[in-house]
């Protein structure tokens, strides 16, 4: 008997993800919970399990299609492999007859395409980013044809029929000379040495996402320095003690964390969010930190930051860190946040201006930490500093909030006993 794999759910507000890369191909066996296909989604990357043991029968979609919800990814049947590696057909046909029928349509399907089917004969309509082109460019999905799972056009399909000189209908002359954003060719010199790759779904959302928070947001951004000598002391100090205790390294995350949940709870602007004409004061602190990957820019959530220890912040930002540099974070993981903290002294930046993680209202950027001459008590003396940066959305948050709550932070660095006694 045949076992179906499905794609799982996703997690709330996510309902569709991209086929990232099959670890096995038709015919092999794979083990019950054995790692088979890594799907994206525009908020992590998941791994598909095997929901049984047996043979992997056939994959019904491919590597970069878009899949929904319970789409069905492939199929599994019973068996050693013996026969699947001589016959994998033969082993199709007869463990799973309904999956190879599906595949005969799908195929069928594919190839009637170019014969322009009505779109409400489609068994899929487009994927989403093939959708978003046809619509920027006038064009038909009867125009383009489809190379997905049961003649689901792709964006591939729609940029390679445009290069084709597929072109809008005449009826729609208006329409088609609006202007569409479209890349300036290459010399024939460069277009060899250049090499185009696909973005990644969770890519797609960063930049969208940025994107509009810059343009909804009144975003300004306002500085301060703080002399992290007090704190780097106090590492000194107690590293070795912290670490035995608790099991995990004292870094300056917990303090910053711990600093930015005493202002928010003066300052409850920052904390807030514009829901139409409302705002929406969060009487908890919900903080997101940002973390570099290899697939991009992830802010996992450190959930009631403000009723924890600088130990257990420590942890769980441990956790998150390890999650997301693993590919493990969970959707669960990346909800939710209610102010983030960027790190990007990490990679050297000495200042910058942070983009707002929409919706929340505000982002601390840190930064570098420099030996710099500053005067204390009218002596030109060497200490350790470190600009701050805080993003804002003005439509919510007053310049004098702002300053504020960034003074406030600063406070609590310089004098870190403050942040252990929550005063």
Do not use: C
């Amino acid at each position: 008997m045949a076992t179906e794999i499905r794609v799982p759910t996703l997690g709330e507000s996510v309902s569709e993800a991209t086929i990232g890369k099959w670890f096995k191909k038709a015919g092999d066996v794979i083990a019950a919970d054995e790692p088979l296909v890594e799907l994206e989604t525009d908020k992590v990357t998941i791994e598909v399990p095997a929901p049984a043991a047996g043979v992997l029968v056939e994959l019904t979609v491919k590597e970069g299609e878009t899949v929904g919800v319970g789409a069905l990814l492939g199929t599994i049947g019973a068996g050693d492999g013996a026969v699947a590696a001589t016959k994998p057909a033969a082993v199709a046909q007869a463990s799973a007859p309904n999956a190879a029928s599906t595949v005969k349509e799908a195929v069928a399907q594919t190839a009637s395409v170019a014969g322009s089917p009505p779109i409400e004969e489609r068994k899929m309509p487009p994927a989403p980013a093939a959708a978003k082109i046809l619509a920027e460019t006038n064009l038909s999905v009867d125009q383009v044809a489809g190379s997905g799972k049961r003649g689901q056009v792709l964006k591939g399909d729609v940029l390679e029929a445009i290069a084709k000189g597929v072109s809008a209908p005449a009826a729609a002359p208006a329409a088609a000379a609006a202007p569409v954003a479209a890349r300036v060719p290459s010399s024939t010199e460069d277009a060899p040495r250049e090499e185009r790759v696909r973005m990644t779904k969770l890519r797609q959302t960063i930049a969208r996402r940025l994107k509009e928070a810059q343009s909804t947001a009144a975003m300004l951004t306002t500085f301060n320095e703080v002399d992290m000598s007090a704190v780097m002391a106090l590492r000194t100090k107690y590293k070795d003690i912290f670490e035995k205790k608790h099991g995990v390294k004292l870094g300056f995350m917990g303090f910053f964390t711990k600093a930015v949940t005493h202002a928010l709870k003066e300052i409850p602007a920052v904390n807030a969010e514009i829901d139409g004409t409302d705002i929406i004061y969060k009487n908890f602190a919900h903080v997101g930190v940002a973390v570099g990957t290899e697939k991009g820019l992830v802010v996992p959530v450190v959930r009631d930051a403000d009723q924890m220890s600088i130990a257990e912040i420590e942890k769980e930002i441990g956790r998150l860190g390890l999650a997301a540099r693993d590919g493990k974070l969970s959707v669960a993981d990346m909800q939710g946040g209610t102010f983030t903290i960027s790190n990007g002294g990490v990679y050297g930046s000495l200042m910058s201006t942070p983009i707002l993680n929409a919706p929340q209202s505000g982002i601390l950027g840190m930064h570098k930490i420099q030996d710099r001459p500053v005067v204390v008590g009218g002596q030109i003396v060497i200490r350790p500093m470190m600009y701050l940066a805080l993003s804002y959305d003005h439509r919510i948050v007053d310049g004098k909030e702002a300053v504020t709550f960034l003074v406030r932070v600063k406070d609590s660095l310089e004098d870190p006993e403050r942040l252990v006694l929550d005063l």
